[in-house]
């Protein structure tokens, strides 16, 4: 089931979107593939601790976070990408691994990678493994004034 808190903050601000059901998939691959959206306008969202502080990253699915080049762009040697025991229950409503990159939600700053900023739409898990939402990036920047920054390592191979 879609994220209520998303649903309903989409909702009051006035963004237009769009419910994406699925069969239910656990991987960013699988999700593409699933969707038919190209692993580079599906996003995920992965947490990490900087200096103890959750913080969510969010990177294009075809990608993979680059943990020591955050690092350098952080300015801090502090970086660990968080277990899902670490987070499964800062995300209220949301399957585990299936949290939306809305961090304003759910108290955590938020880091996007340039290369989701170049499309005009995003997709991403909305709370549950067989539901995404497509929005218009600049809705998304709009609403969770995100620090972008150049995160990502060389693309993985999407099945789309």
Same mark, same amino acid.
């Given at each position: 089931?879609?994220? %209520?808190?998303?649903?309903?903050?989409?909702?009051?601000? %006035?963004?237009?979107?769009?419910?994406?059901?699925?069969?239910? +998939? /656990?991987?960013?691959?699988?999700?593409?593939?699933?969707?038919?959206? !190209?692993? %580079?306008?599906l996003v995920k969202t992965v947490i990490v601790k900087v200096d103890?502080?959750? +913080?969510?990253?969010?990177?294009?699915? !075809?990608?993979r976070v680059d943990v020591p080049g955050l690092r350098r762009a952080?300015?801090?040697?502090?970086v660990l990408v968080a277990s899902e025991e670490e987070f499964k229950?800062?995300? $209220?409503?949301?399957?585990?691994?299936?949290?939306?990159?809305?961090?304003? *939600? /759910?108290?955590? $700053?938020?880091?996007?990678?340039?290369?989701?900023? &170049?499309?005009?739409?995003? &997709?991403?898990? &909305?709370? +549950?493994? &067989?539901?995404?939402?497509?929005?218009?990036?600049?809705?998304?920047?709009? *609403?969770? !004034?995100?620090?972008?920054? !150049?995160?990502?390592?060389? $693309?993985?191979?999407?099945?789309?």
């Amino acid at each position: 089931m879609v994220a %209520k808190k998303l649903v309903e903050f989409l909702d009051q601000q %006035k963004v237009h979107y769009q419910i994406i059901r699925h069969t239910p +998939s /656990y991987t960013a691959q699988g999700v593409a593939a699933a969707t038919h959206i !190209s692993g %580079k306008e599906l996003v995920k969202t992965v947490i990490v601790k900087v200096d103890g502080v959750f +913080s969510m990253v969010v990177v294009p699915a !075809s990608r993979r976070v680059d943990v020591p080049g955050l690092r350098r762009a952080l300015g801090t040697m502090d970086v660990l990408v968080a277990s899902e025991e670490e987070f499964k229950d800062r995300f $209220p409503g949301c399957e585990t691994g299936a949290m939306p990159p809305f961090g304003n *939600l /759910y108290g955590m $700053p938020v880091i996007v990678d340039t290369n989701v900023t &170049a499309d005009d739409e995003i &997709a991403f898990n &909305a709370g +549950s493994h &067989a539901e995404v939402i497509r929005i218009a990036y600049h809705d998304f920047k709009r *609403l969770v !004034s995100p620090r972008v920054m !150049s995160i990502c390592n060389v $693309p993985t191979l999407v099945a789309v």
